[in-house]
């Protein structure tokens, strides 16, 4: 007897749930990502590993590299998209970070060049400090007013920004149950007269002088109307 295949997936188009989506991907298919990072031996590709995605059979593995690890160092995953026509972007991502002590940041950070200027919009959960943070204007890393939370290494978390395009703003992040509003926290820009686009990317950070691991599930990049 015949037997029917089914395989849910996710298309470039309208939501019901938000407006425009830009980009989905919940790692089912071809890993469409570059990756880079201090050294060479860093990591940046499918996990099937128990508990390693949020369900189906693939996530996102990012770990720093294995030789001679040093505090500070950095793996990033990042692919290039076009951007919207529209001031208001939101990304979000599900994480877990595994150890609250070699851990320094999980980020999800947007790159956006209008063809006039590059914002770098770097939103992080900070274990050691137990908050999220963000990359400020002078290119230093600066707490979220109110986001000061305790998640655990094991557990899946979701973390989600809005960022206004044209007023150079991150107006909305949320992780988990805490829901930051109205916001006018201002990353870090300069002038690039670049072709237009968005970058989105993930980005750890190592905290010690040890391998740091971290699993990503369901980056998800849309426009707010």
Known sequence: MSQDYIQKV???????????ILMYDNFEGRLNWAGSGTGTDWVVAQSSGGNEMVDGQYGLKLQTKATTPAIG?????????????????????????????????VILRLYCYTGAVRSE???AYSPINQRLEY???????WPVIGGSINLHPDAWHRLLFVYDIINHYIVVVQCDSLVLLNL?????????TSAARVVPGVQLIADTAAQATSYLDHLFLYEQR
């Open 184 to 192: 006018s926290a201002e990353p870090y820009f300069s002038i690039d």
């Open 73 to 105: 160092d950095e793996v990033i995953a990042s692919r290039s998209m076009f951007l919207t026509p529209h001031n208001l972007i939101a990304f979000s991502g599900f994480f877990r970070f595994l150890s609250s002590t070699l851990v320094r940041r």
């Open 121 to 123: 919009v770097l939103i």
């Open 135 to 141: 990359l400020e204007y002078s290119g230093a890393w």
């Open 10 to 20: 996710t298309v470039r188009g309208s939501n019901p749930l938000c407006d425009d």
